[in-house]
């Protein structure tokens, strides 16, 4: 998340907020966030990956080896099936998985 577009853009969004009239109101509350907003935008990826390892990743996976049509992907189920005993795939559910775990994830369920 050190990505320059991601780090540089709450300054000109603030400066928006405070240009245009209908905004105003609205540019106390991220004047507020912007210190820690980076955190916050990391955890909300983070809990959408933690729901997307099921259905995301895998689709992802299919298509980066190209060892599949995406049209058959989406139509096939037997075949989406298959998407999730690829190797990288498996590398890429252990990590997030046991990341998971660390920052808690599994406590409150």
């Known amino acids: 998340m050190e990505d320059p577009i991601m780090a540089s ?3 000109p969004f603030i400066e928006l907020l405070g240009k245009v009239p ?3 109101n609205y540019k106390p ?3 507020k966030i ?3 907003y980076l955190q916050r935008v990391r955890d909300i990826i983070e809990e959408h ?3 997307s390892i099921s259905t995301t990743l895998p689709f992802i ?3 980066k080896i ?9 139509k096939q189920k ?6 999730y005993s690829l190797g990288g795939f498996i590398e890429d559910v252990t990590r997030m998985l046991d990341r998971f775990d660390r920052l808690g994830y599994f406590e409150e369920l």
Request: overall charge negative.
């Open 9 to 11: 853009g709450m300054a």
């Open 66 to 74: 190209k060892a599949f049509e995406i049209e058959d992907l989406i």
């Open 78 to 83: 037997e075949l989406r099936a298959k998407f």
């Open 61 to 63: 996976w299919a298509l």
């Open 22 to 24: 209908e905004f105003n």
């Open 49 to 51: 990956h933690f729901f």
């Open 34 to 36: 912007k210190a820690n």
């Open 29 to 31: 509350y991220f004047e």
